[in-house]
């Protein structure tokens, strides 16, 4: 099947596209470089500059590639930012989705894969977070993904053939075993990344965003997912879809790690000790966000190989250490 990923040179989408390539499927990245690298582009796939909003440059690669189906991953994903600059936000996240799709209308393409977020739940009354949780975002970057994913159950509804699954990812951290792909991004906000690179002396230190969360160590709690996992999930997903789904999944290891467990594990990986500042809370943080991700199990089979958050901190450590100017050459 050839299978059309956008965004498929940023941290997760490069990673997909590599098992993508790997179960045999023909991949077309198209990406708009301003955050991916072309280097991390598998060069087994056919890559093409394009932004979302190309309408007809999309439906053109769709139609002479002959697409079946989509992986939509581009977009832009920093909440202190959506909450900054709100407007281009959802012009990339809904506009430059809805162009796809639009596109994908054009060209005939029927299946959709689309990375959605557990940033839509908002902050739950109960946890885990099961699919049937309540969506109340409190942020325009979750705001941007549940809209977008509105827009695609209505879509569904007008068009009954069409197929579509919902990937709301929790926190996905962790880096290919291999050593050839990474995590880098710019700037760099993520809690990981961040306490790595102070592992490695290129930050003093990191500031914790809030101590007075209503968590056990009063530090937020989130769950981490290895980006191989997430990737794994995609296939299963994809592979799964049949004409006239509409389906959703959590993908969450269905543990919770606060900010200071997650300091407290990168220092026992690196045998490091990371100095920390406590800082105010930094705004649209929910206190805690952890799945059940039962549903992707029963239904897919989707068995996480990295339960551990120890085993996906030491896989973005190889990473950090081998990389720690990220792809580009020193
Ligand atoms: N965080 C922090 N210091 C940092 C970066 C992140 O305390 O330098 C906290 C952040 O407030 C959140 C958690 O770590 O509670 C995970 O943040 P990240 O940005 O990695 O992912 P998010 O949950 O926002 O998607």
Not at 158 to 163: E, L, N, S, W
Not at 186 to 203: N, S, Y
Request: charged letters at 20%.
């Amino acid at each position: 099947m050839t299978i059309l990923v956008t965004g498929g040179a940023g941290y997760i989408g490069s990673h997909v596209t590599r098992q993508l390539i790997e179960q045999g499927h023909d991949v077309v990245v198209v990406d708009n470089l301003n955050r991916g690298h072309r280097c991390a582009v598998d060069s087994r796939c056919i890559f093409y500059e394009v932004a979302l909003n190309e309408t007809e440059r999309l439906v053109e690669v769709m139609t002479n590639h002959s697409v079946e189906a989509v992986l939509h991953f581009a977009a832009l994903a920093y909440v202190p930012e959506s909450v900054a600059q709100p407007l281009w936000y959802y012009e990339n996240n809904v506009s430059g989705s809805i162009s796809l799709l639009k596109a994908m209308h054009q060209a005939d393409v029927g299946k959709l894969i689309f990375s959605s977020s557990c940033a839509t739940y908002g902050i739950p009354d109960s946890l885990p977070i099961t699919e049937e949780t309540p969506q109340m975002p409190i942020h325009p970057y979750g705001w941007s993904k549940l809209v977008f994913e509105q827009v695609l159950k209505d879509y569904h509804a007008a068009h009954p053939d069409f197929a579509v699954t919902f990937l709301r990812y929790f926190n996905v951290a962790g880096c290919s075993t291999d050593g050839s792909l990474g995590e880098d991004h710019d700037p760099e906000t993520h809690l990981i990344p961040i306490v790595l690179q102070v592992a490695l002396g290129q930050r003093e230190c990191v500031t914790v965003y809030g101590t007075d969360y209503p968590t056990p160590d009063g530090t937020c709690v989130r769950d981490y997912v290895h980006v191989d996992d997430l990737a794994a999930a995609h296939i299963l997903a994809l592979n799964s879809l049949q004409a006239g789904d509409c389906r959703t999944y959590n993908l969450g290891n269905g543990q919770g790690f606060s900010v200071k467990q997650i300091i407290a594990a990168v220092e026992q990986v690196t045998g490091r000790s990371i100095p920390v500042k406590y800082g105010e809370r930094r705004a649209g943080d929910p206190p805690s966000l952890y799945a059940s991700a039962e549903l992707i199990r029963q239904e897919l089979g989707w068995t996480p190989r990295y339960a551990e958050v120890s085993e996906i901190i030491q896989t973005a450590w190889d990473w950090f250490r081998n990389h720690p100017h990220g792809y580009t050459p020193e």
